[in-house]
């Protein structure tokens, strides 16, 4: 809308600048709470395009944090000028308080106070655009899936749009501007690997639905979860190859009971407990403290069959199994008993020093050169016999239960492989 001479010359006279004279001309009798017109009276459509700058996610709440930038443009044809009447101005900004801007909002918000929007200065050309860049800060709420954790992919949605205009073409959503995240600042655990968009339309408002896949940096969990898990199974299935006459091996199994109970507070501290569903990882852990404690038993039970004074051998079906191909397998055919009677505890008991022993009967042992047989040393080589038998016996439960342990771990790793 090109001004009057006579505008010109009574402007001129009150010493008003180039640029008041061009705010007059733009804003006198204007209404910023009127619906911005193109050709014909219809109600001008608006461009909206977003500029990622950060993203995180809160697990806890189930929340994903936007930061960036908004893109919004749109035209009011009653807003124009020519450049040449106004010393060639072609674009002028005003505060967002003193025109019509869209009233954009986050439909699936989670800010308790409401989501961040700046308010920048709005440009205006003189072909009558509008374009607005304000800084935002959304806060949305985001289904997490995280059973993969810590290797998780997550997929979250911005629905964006306005509840009091609906003249949404939705052409723009082609606009070259509507998704742009190469400038990201790079989070310390998300990284978008990719991101799409779709626009949606109602009777009473049209929205944009930002879609985002964001896939966690695992590198340091690497170092913290897995490389304790892979000690806790190796030190587990270890105790299995302590003599059995060690009480020892119930206080490791019992210092890593204490670990592994560690590792899940530190899970419930860090992960929502009421998560759709229960991390891989989580359930390695929880399998990992039944089999330490079952363990712990196991150590108990050869613990107490080794260090027994028994009166009776071991079965006889049993000697055989333990001396034929299952022995060899689980390596028992090593074990030799000593040549001379070893001192006895208090109890009876035979504290070995060696962990080495000989399937003798009690009719064969003869005592050194320069002994006769005689009731007391039969008698010491019948209770070292009996308890070879049974120490024998102990040993071959720790190998069998060592090799279904393996077994397990090995089902484990597999079904909570992430």
């Known amino acids: 809308?090109?001004?009057?001479?006579?505008?010109?010359?009574?402007?001129?006279?009150?010493?008003?600048?180039?640029?008041?004279?061009?705010?007059?001309?733009?804003?006198?009798?204007?209404?910023?709470?009127?619906?911005?017109?193109?050709?014909?009276?219809i109600r001008t459509n608006v461009s909206m395009g977003l500029s990622i700058i950060y993203t995180d996610i809160d697990e806890f709440d189930g929340k994903v944090t936007l930061h960036g930038w908004l893109h919004l443009r749109w035209q009011d044809e009653d807003r124009t000028w020519t450049p040449e009447l106004f010393d060639n101005i072609t674009t002028i900004h005003t505060s967002?308080?003193?025109?019509?801007?869209?009233?954009?909002?986050?439909?699936n918000s989670a800010g308790n106070e409401g989501?961040?929007?700046?308010?920048?200065?709005?440009?205006?050309?003189?072909?009558?655009?509008?374009?607005?860049?304000?800084?935002?800060?959304y806060t949305a709420y985001c289904n997490l899936n995280l059973k993969l954790w810590p290797y998780d992919v997550q997929i979250c949605q911005l629905k964006i749009g306005s509840w009091t205009w609906t003249q949404i073409d939705s052409s723009f959503v082609n606009f070259k501007e509507t998704l742009d995240y190469k400038d990201i600042v790079e989070s310390s655990?998300?990284?978008?690997?990719?991101?799409?968009?779709?626009?949606?339309?109602?009777?009473?408002?049209?929205?944009?639905?930002?879609?985002?896949?964001?896939?966690?940096?695992?590198?340091?969990?690497?170092?913290?979860?897995?490389?304790?898990?892979?000690?806790?199974?190796?030190?587990t299935l270890s105790s299995f190859w302590l003599p059995v006459q060690m009480g020892e091996k119930i206080l490791l199994n019992g210092v890593m009971i204490v670990i592994v109970a560690g590792f899940l507070m530190y899970f419930a501290q860090l992960l929502p407990i009421l998560a759709e569903s229960t991390p891989l990882v989580v359930l390695f852990y929880s399998a990992s403290l039944l089999l330490l404690s079952f363990s712990t038993i196991i150590a108990v039970t050869v613990l107490y069959l080794s260090t027994t004074s028994?009166?009776?051998?071991?079965?006889?079906?049993?000697?055989?199994?333990?001396?034929?191909?299952?022995?060899?397998?689980?390596?028992?055919?090593?074990?030799?008993?000593?040549?001379?009677?070893?001192?006895?505890?208090?109890?009876?008991?035979?504290?070995?020093?060696?962990?080495?022993?000989?399937s003798v009967d009690?009719?064969?042992?003869?005592?050194?050169?320069?002994?006769?047989?005689?009731?007391?040393?039969?008698?010491?080589?019948?209770?070292?016999?009996?308890?070879?038998?049974?120490?024998?016996?102990?040993?071959?439960?720790?190998?069998?239960?060592?090799?279904?342990?393996?077994?397990?771990?090995?089902l484990l790793a597999t079904i909570y492989a992430v």
């Open 310 to 358: 028994h009166k009776q051998r071991v079965p006889k079906f049993i000697q055989n199994i333990l001396h034929g191909s299952l022995g060899r397998i689980l390596l028992l055919t090593q074990f030799t008993v000593e040549a001379e009677p070893p001192s006895l505890l208090n109890n009876g008991i035979k504290e070995m020093g060696e962990h080495v022993y000989d």
């Open 115 to 137: 989501d961040y929007v700046g308010e920048t200065q709005i440009v205006l050309t003189f072909e009558g655009k509008f374009i607005w860049v304000p800084p935002v800060l």
């Open 189 to 235: 655990e998300w990284e978008i690997i990719d991101a799409r968009i779709a626009y949606h339309m109602s009777n009473f408002y049209n929205y944009i639905e930002y879609t985002f896949q964001l896939e966690r940096r695992s590198s340091m969990y690497t170092a913290v979860i897995f490389t304790p898990a892979s000690c806790i199974v190796l030190l």
């Open 96 to 107: 967002p308080n003193e025109v019509w801007k869209p009233d954009i909002t986050l439909f």
């Open 362 to 410: 009690a009719a064969d042992v003869i005592a050194d050169g320069t002994t006769t047989s005689n009731a007391q040393s039969f008698s010491i080589t019948h209770n070292r016999s009996i308890q070879f038998e049974w120490t024998l016996l102990s040993t071959a439960i720790d190998r069998i239960w060592f090799l279904i342990f393996c077994v397990i771990f090995i």
């Open 1 to 41: 809308m090109a001004p009057r001479d006579d505008e010109n010359d009574d402007t001129n006279s009150w010493n008003i600048t180039v640029m008041e004279r061009l705010r007059m001309q733009l804003f006198t009798n204007y209404d910023k709470n009127a619906y911005p017109l193109i050709s014909s009276g």
